[in-house]
Protein backbone atom coordinates (compact mmCIF):
# COMPACT_ATOMS: atom_id res chain seq x y z
CA UNK A 1 0.00 0.00 0.00
CA UNK A 2 1.21 3.28 -1.07
CA UNK A 3 0.30 6.18 0.71
CA UNK A 4 1.21 9.67 -0.34
CA UNK A 5 2.86 12.08 2.23
CA UNK A 6 4.01 15.68 2.36
CA UNK A 7 5.83 17.88 3.88
CA UNK A 8 5.34 21.48 4.69
CA UNK A 9 6.85 24.51 6.73
CA UNK A 10 4.23 26.56 8.55
CA UNK A 11 4.43 30.30 9.50
CA UNK A 12 7.28 30.61 6.99
CA UNK A 13 7.97 32.09 4.20
CA UNK A 14 11.08 30.03 2.78
CA UNK A 15 11.95 26.64 3.46
CA UNK A 16 13.62 25.59 6.51
CA UNK A 17 12.15 28.09 9.00
CA UNK A 18 9.00 28.31 10.68
CA UNK A 19 7.41 24.58 12.05
CA UNK A 20 8.19 21.52 9.96
CA UNK A 21 4.44 19.23 9.43
CA UNK A 22 3.60 16.10 7.48
CA UNK A 23 0.28 15.51 6.03
CA UNK A 24 -1.02 12.75 4.48
CA UNK A 25 -4.25 12.61 2.48
CA UNK A 26 -6.28 9.53 2.97
CA UNK A 27 -8.79 7.92 1.05
CA UNK A 28 -10.25 5.70 4.32
CA UNK A 29 -9.22 6.15 7.87
CA UNK A 30 -6.51 4.06 9.48
CA UNK A 31 -6.46 2.66 12.68
CA UNK A 32 -5.08 5.06 14.90
CA UNK A 33 -2.39 2.57 15.86
CA UNK A 34 -0.92 3.29 12.06
CA UNK A 35 -0.95 6.75 12.54
CA UNK A 36 0.45 7.09 15.37
CA UNK A 37 3.03 5.16 14.06
CA UNK A 38 3.51 6.78 10.77
CA UNK A 39 4.20 9.99 12.93
CA UNK A 40 6.44 8.66 14.88
CA UNK A 41 8.41 7.15 11.90
CA UNK A 42 8.17 10.98 10.56
CA UNK A 43 9.29 12.20 14.49
CA UNK A 44 7.92 15.84 13.42
CA UNK A 45 6.17 17.62 16.27
CA UNK A 46 2.93 16.83 14.36
CA UNK A 47 1.75 15.26 11.42
CA UNK A 48 -1.84 15.97 10.13
CA UNK A 49 -4.17 12.82 8.91
CA UNK A 50 -6.56 14.42 6.69
CA UNK A 51 -9.70 12.69 4.68
CA UNK A 52 -11.97 14.01 2.12
CA UNK A 53 -15.47 14.33 3.19
CA UNK A 54 -18.61 14.47 0.58
CA UNK A 55 -19.14 17.77 1.55
CA UNK A 56 -15.97 18.56 0.02
CA UNK A 57 -14.54 19.66 4.14
CA UNK A 58 -12.50 16.96 5.01
CA UNK A 59 -11.81 15.70 8.76
CA UNK A 60 -8.51 16.10 10.77
CA UNK A 61 -6.42 14.43 12.94
CA UNK A 62 -3.00 15.68 14.22
CA UNK A 63 -0.48 13.19 15.76
CA UNK A 64 2.60 13.54 17.61
CA UNK A 65 5.08 11.06 17.70
CA UNK A 66 3.78 10.03 21.34
CA UNK A 67 0.27 10.76 20.98
CA UNK A 68 -3.02 12.31 19.85
CA UNK A 69 -3.44 16.06 20.27
CA UNK A 70 -6.51 17.84 19.85
CA UNK A 71 -5.55 20.77 17.90
CA UNK A 72 -2.41 21.80 16.59
CA UNK A 73 -2.45 25.01 14.20
CA UNK A 74 0.89 24.40 12.49
CA UNK A 75 -0.25 21.14 11.02
CA UNK A 76 -3.58 22.83 10.08
CA UNK A 77 -2.17 25.56 8.08
CA UNK A 78 0.15 23.10 6.25
CA UNK A 79 -3.24 20.68 5.86
CA UNK A 80 -5.02 24.06 4.24
CA UNK A 81 -1.63 25.05 2.26
CA UNK A 82 -1.84 21.53 0.42
CA UNK A 83 -5.28 21.44 0.00
CA UNK A 84 -5.73 24.70 -1.38
CA UNK A 85 -2.51 24.98 -3.68
CA UNK A 86 -1.89 21.42 -4.34
CA UNK A 87 -5.02 19.09 -3.71
CA UNK A 88 -7.48 21.22 -5.25
CA UNK A 89 -5.98 23.72 -6.36
CA UNK A 90 -8.14 27.07 -7.54
CA UNK A 91 -10.05 26.66 -3.98
CA UNK A 92 -9.98 29.41 -1.72
CA UNK A 93 -11.71 28.15 1.56
CA UNK A 94 -11.73 24.74 3.25
CA UNK A 95 -13.33 23.57 6.54
CA UNK A 96 -11.57 21.28 8.80
CA UNK A 97 -13.68 18.88 11.14
CA UNK A 98 -11.96 18.24 14.83
CA UNK A 99 -12.08 17.11 17.97
CA UNK A 100 -11.74 21.18 18.30
CA UNK A 101 -14.91 21.81 16.18
CA UNK A 102 -14.38 23.05 12.38
CA UNK A 103 -11.59 25.05 11.10
CA UNK A 104 -11.10 27.33 8.57
CA UNK A 105 -8.78 27.83 6.10
CA UNK A 106 -8.88 30.75 3.52
CA UNK A 107 -6.34 32.25 1.22
CA UNK A 108 -5.59 35.70 2.27
CA UNK A 109 -3.45 38.22 0.17
CA UNK A 110 -0.21 37.27 2.23
CA UNK A 111 -0.91 33.70 2.80
CA UNK A 112 -3.38 31.78 4.82
CA UNK A 113 -5.81 32.47 7.72
CA UNK A 114 -6.38 29.56 10.95
CA UNK A 115 -9.59 30.19 12.82
CA UNK A 116 -9.67 29.03 15.76
CA UNK A 117 -11.09 28.68 19.24
CA UNK A 118 -9.59 30.87 22.39
CA UNK A 119 -8.43 29.99 25.06
CA UNK A 120 -8.75 32.32 28.26
CA UNK A 121 -6.20 31.89 30.80
CA UNK A 122 -6.75 32.92 34.60
CA UNK A 123 -4.08 33.43 36.56
CA UNK A 124 -1.77 30.76 39.19
CA UNK A 125 0.51 31.07 41.45
CA UNK A 126 4.55 31.25 40.91
CA UNK A 127 6.65 28.31 42.67
CA UNK A 128 9.90 28.06 43.06
CA UNK A 129 9.39 24.57 40.68
CA UNK A 130 8.47 26.92 37.97
CA UNK A 131 11.20 29.00 38.36
CA UNK A 132 13.83 26.91 38.40
CA UNK A 133 12.42 24.70 35.49
CA UNK A 134 12.52 27.98 33.19
CA UNK A 135 15.44 29.29 34.51
CA UNK A 136 14.30 32.71 35.44
CA UNK A 137 11.54 34.03 37.18
CA UNK A 138 8.39 35.08 35.32
CA UNK A 139 5.91 37.98 36.22
CA UNK A 140 2.96 36.05 35.69
CA UNK A 141 2.05 32.69 35.70
CA UNK A 142 -1.37 31.46 33.57
CA UNK A 143 -3.36 28.49 33.08
CA UNK A 144 -5.38 27.71 30.30
CA UNK A 145 -5.27 24.34 28.09
CA UNK A 146 -1.85 24.96 28.86
CA UNK A 147 0.52 27.11 30.98
CA UNK A 148 2.03 31.06 29.92
CA UNK A 149 4.46 32.30 31.70
CA UNK A 150 5.21 36.23 31.23
CA UNK A 151 7.98 38.08 31.00
CA UNK A 152 9.19 41.24 31.19
CA UNK A 153 11.39 41.74 27.73
CA UNK A 154 11.94 39.88 24.60
CA UNK A 155 15.74 39.57 25.66
CA UNK A 156 14.44 37.29 28.39
CA UNK A 157 12.26 34.45 26.41
CA UNK A 158 15.12 34.32 24.03
CA UNK A 159 17.70 33.92 26.78
CA UNK A 160 15.72 31.39 29.07
CA UNK A 161 17.25 28.07 28.87
CA UNK A 162 14.72 25.71 30.69
CA UNK A 163 15.23 22.71 32.73
CA UNK A 164 14.24 20.38 29.74
CA UNK A 165 13.49 17.32 32.64
CA UNK A 166 12.32 19.71 34.90
CA UNK A 167 9.58 21.43 32.80
CA UNK A 168 8.51 18.07 31.60
CA UNK A 169 7.26 16.88 35.10
CA UNK A 170 4.35 19.84 35.18
CA UNK A 171 1.31 17.67 34.70
CA UNK A 172 0.27 20.41 31.79
CA UNK A 173 0.73 19.75 27.91
CA UNK A 174 3.49 22.57 27.90
CA UNK A 175 4.71 25.84 29.32
CA UNK A 176 4.69 28.90 26.39
CA UNK A 177 6.83 32.10 27.29
CA UNK A 178 6.00 35.48 26.04
CA UNK A 179 6.99 38.61 26.52
CA UNK A 180 5.95 42.40 24.72
CA UNK A 181 8.07 42.67 21.53
CA UNK A 182 11.08 44.87 20.80
CA UNK A 183 12.04 47.56 18.25
CA UNK A 184 8.83 48.47 17.66
CA UNK A 185 9.02 45.04 15.15
CA UNK A 186 6.27 42.83 16.34
CA UNK A 187 3.60 43.51 19.53
CA UNK A 188 4.70 40.08 21.44
CA UNK A 189 7.24 37.23 21.23
CA UNK A 190 6.83 33.95 22.90
CA UNK A 191 8.51 29.89 22.58
CA UNK A 192 7.04 27.31 23.73
CA UNK A 193 8.18 24.38 25.57
CA UNK A 194 6.55 20.87 25.47
CA UNK A 195 9.36 17.76 26.58
CA UNK A 196 6.23 16.30 28.37
CA UNK A 197 4.82 15.18 25.25
CA UNK A 198 9.08 14.81 23.43
CA UNK A 199 8.58 18.18 21.90
CA UNK A 200 11.23 20.24 23.68
CA UNK A 201 10.53 23.15 22.25
CA UNK A 202 8.03 23.67 19.26
CA UNK A 203 9.58 25.95 16.59
CA UNK A 204 5.97 27.63 16.12
CA UNK A 205 2.63 26.73 17.78
CA UNK A 206 -0.32 27.81 16.37
CA UNK A 207 -2.33 26.62 19.40
CA UNK A 208 -0.25 28.61 22.07
CA UNK A 209 -1.57 31.79 19.65
CA UNK A 210 -5.17 30.75 21.02
CA UNK A 211 -3.89 31.78 24.84
CA UNK A 212 -1.73 34.90 23.96
CA UNK A 213 -4.43 36.58 21.69
CA UNK A 214 -7.13 37.05 24.75
CA UNK A 215 -3.89 37.45 26.89
CA UNK A 216 -2.43 40.14 25.03
CA UNK A 217 -5.83 41.94 23.97
CA UNK A 218 -6.38 42.33 27.41
CA UNK A 219 -3.58 44.12 27.88
CA UNK A 220 -3.42 46.22 24.86
CA UNK A 221 -6.67 46.81 24.63
CA UNK A 222 -9.00 48.05 22.85
CA UNK A 223 -6.71 46.83 20.25
CA UNK A 224 -7.63 43.38 18.44
CA UNK A 225 -5.13 42.68 15.65
CA UNK A 226 -1.29 42.03 16.53
CA UNK A 227 1.68 41.26 15.02
CA UNK A 228 3.41 37.98 16.84
CA UNK A 229 6.91 36.15 16.47
CA UNK A 230 7.88 33.02 17.72
CA UNK A 231 11.80 33.47 18.78
CA UNK A 232 12.68 30.06 18.64
CA UNK A 233 15.53 28.64 16.13
CA UNK A 234 13.65 28.24 13.57
CA UNK A 235 11.53 31.47 14.31
CA UNK A 236 8.31 32.24 12.46
CA UNK A 237 5.80 35.17 12.49
CA UNK A 238 2.14 35.34 12.34
CA UNK A 239 -0.83 37.82 12.65
CA UNK A 240 -2.93 37.72 15.20
CA UNK A 241 -6.82 39.04 15.69
CA UNK A 242 -8.99 38.41 18.27
CA UNK A 243 -13.30 37.71 16.89
CA UNK A 244 -14.90 37.24 19.08
CA UNK A 245 -14.66 33.88 20.92
CA UNK A 246 -12.52 32.75 18.12
CA UNK A 247 -8.84 33.87 16.90
CA UNK A 248 -7.56 34.43 13.45
CA UNK A 249 -3.76 33.09 12.94
CA UNK A 250 -2.41 34.30 9.86
CA UNK A 251 0.59 33.30 7.94
CA UNK A 252 2.66 31.50 5.11
CA UNK A 253 3.74 27.85 4.50
CA UNK A 254 6.38 26.23 1.99
CA UNK A 255 6.14 23.04 0.54
CA UNK A 256 9.40 21.39 0.78
CA UNK A 257 8.30 17.82 -0.04
CA UNK A 258 5.96 15.32 -1.25
CA UNK A 259 6.87 11.65 -1.29
CA UNK A 260 4.71 8.24 -0.51
CA UNK A 261 4.82 5.82 2.36
CA UNK A 262 4.83 2.32 1.55
CA UNK A 263 2.83 0.49 4.52
Aim: contains cysteine.
Amino acid sequence: MQLPIYKLDAFANTAFSGNPAAVCPLESWLPPSAMQAIAAENNLSETAFIHRRPDRDYDIRWFRPSSEVDLCGHATLASGKLVLDVLERGRCTVVFHSKSGPLTVERTKDGFALNFPIRKPRQIPITNEIVAALGAEPMELLEADRWLAVYPDADAVRRLKPDMAAVARFPVRGIGVTAPGDCGKVDFVSRYFAPRVAVPEDPVTGALHCVLAPYWGARLYPRTAFTARQVSRRGGDLKVALQGERVRLEGQAVLTMAGSLSL
